[in-house]
């Protein structure tokens, strides 16, 4: 009785204190460029988008009370609400295997994974509603395989994954690799499935719930699926070693060096000894997550791939490091409730946390800051910059916004064009929302995503329109370039100094283009099969 009671208070203690630490961290450090992005999905909510499905949509609108509550804070309370619960999910998960100490275990490499907390549990990103929906969907085909073929239980454990895998869908595309991983271990491992009805029903329930994606794409000449298809499609024949590695690095990175050995450890023990009683529930987690690594890899020899891709399969190999710590290594047979190696894991992720605030804070290890006189950078490219400073530009702004309308230099309704949907997005939230200014992306649609529609919603470009663009030291862009031929002058810039513990780290610069004299062709900004549909009444 007390063993249990110690169990539960330390299961519920971590939850809470992992929790804080996300809320910390989400009123703490302004939004990403993703993030603030993703937020348009919310503000002009479909059936789907360019990049990706509505769940991350739905998932700001849930908790943001419809964008009510506008803040970091509440932007990103839904990510930290499913990162939350799922630790609870792969602690369940992972007692499937063993025990509930092998379901601590997990809780705890979970926990200590930087893309588990960080990127899915912590930042506003599809990844939080996919990992959510991912780790139901895990939990239903594990107590699925326990119960049996033959089971009533089955039917109920089937369609109740049909939801949650539709569901998935509905979050982020790779989640077609849950289908797939079952899929696989049913034609390996167990055909007797295949002569269950219930398993077609559950695909078809998932199909359904993922129909309003495919429905968008018809009506958009599947212009989402063509263009995920374009970032994984090989396009040269010569190896890139050098992409390999830094995919495989970044791998092992998200998902924490110490989590990712403990991983390896744990394969490598399946595969000599084969985890006995759990072979069954292993070889399912592999099915699953073994083909995305391995796919995703393979690209990386070809072209550009982002790690956090794999993350979700990372995720469902926990449990095999969990179930290796428990049965292969002293302290888990041992019962030890913090094995020094998973103490090394929440230490690398302390030190993470704690380096990436001291640096948004601080900017004690990358930036140097910039010479004044010739805005060239000091030192290395500092990505926290990408993270950083919006609020300083927004304060900055506002008064030249204000004497530019004031005196007539600008026109009261004009608005700010960018060429790209970041930092379109991040100009849009922290300085053209809060001062009703339109913002509008005038480039094709493989450079401003979904930013191709709202610029027609919110009434595309007028012949004598005035306008701003924004442009960085840190990623710069000169509108004299780009937009010459469409305003009767470009001005030179003003110029918005970012400072950081006091130390000048960035410009932004911002230049006034003049009466619009040539309008830009409808199909450069959004291609001809949906323009009517998204012009304003």
């Not at 929906?133 to 326990?146: E, P, Q, V």
């Not at 409730?337 to 030190?351: D, Q, R, S, W």
């Amino acid at each position: 009785m007390i063993a249990t009671y110690l169990h539960k208070y330390r299961l519920t203690l971590l939850i809470i204190v992992s929790a804080a630490i996300r809320v910390f961290l989400s009123a703490f450090v302004e939004l990403g460029n993703d993030e603030v992005y993703y937020i348009n999905y919310a503000l002009y909510p479909d059936l789907s988008h360019f990049d990706h499905p509505s769940m991350v949509g739905w998932l700001i609108q849930l908790f943001s009370l419809n964008l009510r509550f506008n803040d970091e804070i509440f932007i990103r309370l839904g990510a930290v609400v499913c990162g939350t619960l799922n630790t609870w999910l792969i602690y369940l998960i992972a007692k499937e295997f063993k025990d509930k100490l092998t379901g601590w275990y997990a809780a705890l490499l979970y926990s200590a994974s930087v893309y588990c907390f960080i990127i899915a549990g912590t930042f506003i990103m599809p990844d939080a509603p996919q990992t959510f929906f991912w780790l139901i969907t895990t939990y239903l085909f594990i107590r699925l395989i326990k119960t049996g073929v033959n089971n009533r239980e089955s039917t109920y454990f089937l369609l109740l994954a049909g939801i949650s895998c539709g569901l998935a869908l509905l979050s982020k595309y790779t989640s077609i690799f849950l289908i797939s991983g079952l899929g696989f271990y049913v034609l390996i491992f167990d055909r007797q499935w295949l002569k269950k009805w219930q398993i077609y029903v559950a695909a078809l329930i998932a199909l359904l719930l993922f129909s309003p994606v495919i429905f968008w794409n018809i009506q958009n000449d599947f212009i989402s699926f063509r263009f995920h298809s374009d970032r994984v499609e090989v396009v040269q024949s010569l190896l890139r070693p050098d992409l390999f590695a830094t995919e495989l690095g970044g791998q092992i990175l998200y998902t924490n060096p110490v989590v990712f050995g403990l991983i390896v450890a744990g394969l490598i023990a399946f595969f000599k000894k084969g985890f006995r009683q759990q072979g069954a529930g292993v070889k399912l987690l592999l099915t699953t997550a073994l083909p995305v690594i391995f796919i995703f890899l393979v690209f990386s020899l070809f072209r550009r791939t982002l790690p956090h891709w794999t993350g979700p399969a990372y995720l469902t190999l926990i449990p095999v490091a969990a179930l290796y710590i428990r049965s292969y290594t002293r302290a888990g047979r041992n019962e030890k409730t913090f094995p020094t190696v998973i103490g090394y894991a929440i230490g690398f992720l302390l030190l993470f946390i704690t380096l990436a605030v001291l640096q948004f804070s601080q900017g004690w290890f990358l930036n140097k800051g910039i010479q004044p006189e010739t805005g060239k950078r000091l030192g290395i490219k500092d990505i926290t910059l990408d993270m950083y400073g919006w609020e300083q530009l927004h304060d900055g702004f506002k008064p030249i916004y204000a004497i530019d309308t004031a005196s007539g230099r600008m026109s009261r309704d004009a608005v700010i064009i960018q060429q790209r949907w970041f930092p379109a997005a991040n100009i849009d939230y922290y300085v053209a929302r809060p001062m009703n200014i339109k913002l509008l992306t005038l480039a094709d649609i493989e450079r401003t995503h979904k930013y191709a529609w709202i610029t027609l919603l919110r009434g595309g470009f007028k012949p004598g329109m005035d306008a701003y663009f924004f442009s960085s030291s840190y990623d710069f862009a000169d509108p004299n370039t780009l937009y010459n031929d469409y305003f009767s002058t470009i001005e030179q810039p003003d110029t918005i100094p970012v400072f950081r513990q006091g130390r000048l780290i960035e410009y932004h610069y911002v230049w006034r283009m003049k009466n619009m004299k040539k309008l830009p062709d409808p199909d450069f900004i959004l291609p001809e099969f949906n323009q009517s549909k998204h012009r304003p009444n």
